[in-house]
């Protein structure tokens, strides 16, 4: 009878993998991960994070196959959730057909190897899909497994440095966050980009703390490389992983020493100061603050949907008028940037009823980033270097897209790739909040009942 069973299960997933091969390499990735995040932690614990790690993958297998069953087949070969996805499938497709000798359109040739949107990420699914064969929707899973795969990794290092609370409240609103949802089931470079943080924040972490300094040098080199790869994902990563690291254990150290933190406070504006009174500085802050205006220019003038401006009216007339950008009118567009980070969409801005249904997770996002501040004072008490490397991260991925987008969903898009840094903070002032409630005496005129001498509050 056991035979017969054993030969049942076996003739299931020979036919799951002929229809999908993904589907079958999907499922033997995420159980080992699930079952090894869990590993080490108190029975309830382990049954919370086991259990929200299922409904978020049962609940994104879903999104896939409900993707798969509303598309319209016989007006386009595949459904996607984002635009950007069609291009990130087809490319692959077209150098997965280079490599295998399938003949290509000239047209498709010269996409598939054109400079703009070069990614590693690109050739990576061009070589699973070699193995597998074409699998548009199989993609899908492989973002998947990136994504939860970040997760854990970061809640695993944040419940033994920042406590069990805070962890669990960052692994729900990562995992269940609608806009986070989204882009982790989508075919995008967003889960492997947050997958290799994961991976550069342990290293970093370990850097730190390695007892031996063979086991520093291994840190190191695998920051070399996480950075090297990220690179290739997308430009700009290498420098994003190893200024986050040197900031952030700069932030940790002088954080644990009250003397340095004042001489930090006076010295920083004098040092900036300083550095900016160089003419060949001044040229090259001024040049880039003009090419993230032009970059802003282009999103809210040339890109699709709905945006906002930053910069004075004038300059949305002609892009050259970027050139004259004036002392005043640039601190106005640096100062915007900011304010449209922290706030937009507003919610009585709402100019459509996608913006309107997101006015919820909105109220969410104010509330995460309030609670951050709390979060980064006591996060110093938790754990300094841990916390200096989350502040590091999320001031350089934030301060990388606030004053070049114009867009409104392309700032919620890349504003979620703050999220898996700031969470956790924003998980410790929520903690410390809640606590420093419950050490207070509750007043006489709530409970309805007198206090009595020597009675200790709840």
């Known amino acids: 009878?056991?035979?017969?069973?054993?030969?049942?299960?076996?003739?299931?997933?020979?036919?799951?993998?002929?229809?999908?091969?993904?589907?079958?390499?999907?499922?033997?990735?995420?159980?080992?991960?699930?079952?090894?995040?869990?590993?080490?932690l108190d029975p309830d614990e382990r049954r919370w994070v086991i259990g929200l790690a299922a409904i978020a993958v049962a609940l994104r297998v879903a999104a896939v196959v409900g993707l798969f069953l509303t598309a319209d087949h016989s007006q386009v070969p595949f459904g996607t959730f984002f635009g950007d996805e069609d291009y990130f499938i087809k490319r692959s497709l077209w150098l997965r057909n280079v490599a295998l000798g399938i003949p290509?359109?000239?047209?498709?040739?010269?996409?598939?190897?054109?400079?703009?949107?070069?990614?590693?990420?690109l050739y990576l699914l061009a070589f699973i899909q070699t193995l597998v064969g074409p699998a548009p929707y199989?993609?899908?899973?492989?973002?998947?497994?990136?994504y939860l795969f970040a997760v854990l990794l970061f809640y695993r290092t944040m419940r033994v440095t920042l406590g069990r609370m805070p962890a669990l409240f960052g692994l729900a609103v990562l995992l269940f966050l609608p806009s986070l949802f989204a882009?982790?089931?989508?075919?995008?470079?967003?889960p492997l980009f947050v997958l290799i943080n994961a991976l550069s924040l342990m290293a970093a972490v370990d850097l730190a703390r390695a007892p031996s300094l063979g086991r520093r040098a291994l840190?190191?080199?695998?920051?070399?490389?996480?950075?090297?790869?990220?690179?290739?994902?997308?430009?700009?990563?290498?420098?994003?992983?190893?200024?986050?690291l040197a900031v952030g254990l700069a932030i940790a150290y002088v954080a644990v020493r009250p003397r340095l933190i004042l001489a930090a406070l006076i010295a920083m504006p004098l040092l900036v100061a300083a550095i900016l009174s160089r003419p060949d500085v001044q040229l090259r802050a001024y040049a880039a603050v003009q090419s993230a205006a032009r970059q802003h220019w282009g999103a809210v003038v040339v890109s699709r949907g709905y945006g906002y401006r930053l910069l004075d009216d004038r300059f949305y007339r002609d892009l050259n008028e970027a050139s004259s950008l004036e002392f005043t009118e640039t601190a106005r567009f640096l100062v915007r940037g900011i304010g449209a980070y922290l706030t937009i969409p507003r919610p009585w801005d709402a100019q459509s009823r996608a913006t309107a249904a997101y006015i919820p997770e909105q109220m969410i996002w104010y509330l995460l980033a309030a609670l951050a501040p709390v979060g980064m004072?006591?996060?110093?008490?938790?754990?300094?270097?841990?916390?200096?490397?989350l502040i590091a991260y999320a001031m350089l991925i934030a301060g990388a897209s606030a004053f070049t987008d114009g867009n409104v969903g392309t700032l919620v898009r890349h504003r979620g790739l703050v999220l898996p840094y700031l969470v956790w903070l924003s998980g410790v002032g929520a903690c410390e909040l809640i606590a420093a409630i419950g050490r207070q005496p509750v007043p006489p005129l709530l409970t309805g009942l007198p206090r009595q001498r020597g009675m200790r509050s709840a």
């Not at 290509?104 to 990420?121: I, K, M, Q, T, W």
């Not at 199989?138 to 990136?146: A, P, Q």
């Not at 882009?183 to 967003?190: D, G, N, P």
């Open 219 to 244: 840190a190191v080199v695998g920051i070399v490389v996480l950075a090297a790869v990220l690179e290739s994902v997308r430009p700009g990563g290498a420098a994003l992983t190893l200024v986050g």
């Open 138 to 146: 199989g993609l899908h899973l492989l973002s998947i497994v990136f």
């Open 1 to 40: 009878m056991k035979a017969v069973r054993w030969g049942l299960a076996a003739t299931a997933i020979a036919a799951v993998y002929v229809l999908s091969p993904l589907t079958v390499w999907f499922t033997l990735a995420m159980v080992p991960i699930v079952v090894l995040s869990s590993r080490g």
């Open 104 to 121: 290509v359109h000239a047209f498709d040739l010269e996409y598939a190897f054109e400079p703009n949107g070069r990614s590693s990420y």
């Open 377 to 389: 004072l006591f996060g110093f008490r938790r754990d300094p270097i841990v916390t200096g490397l």
């Open 183 to 190: 882009w982790s089931v989508a075919v995008l470079k967003e």
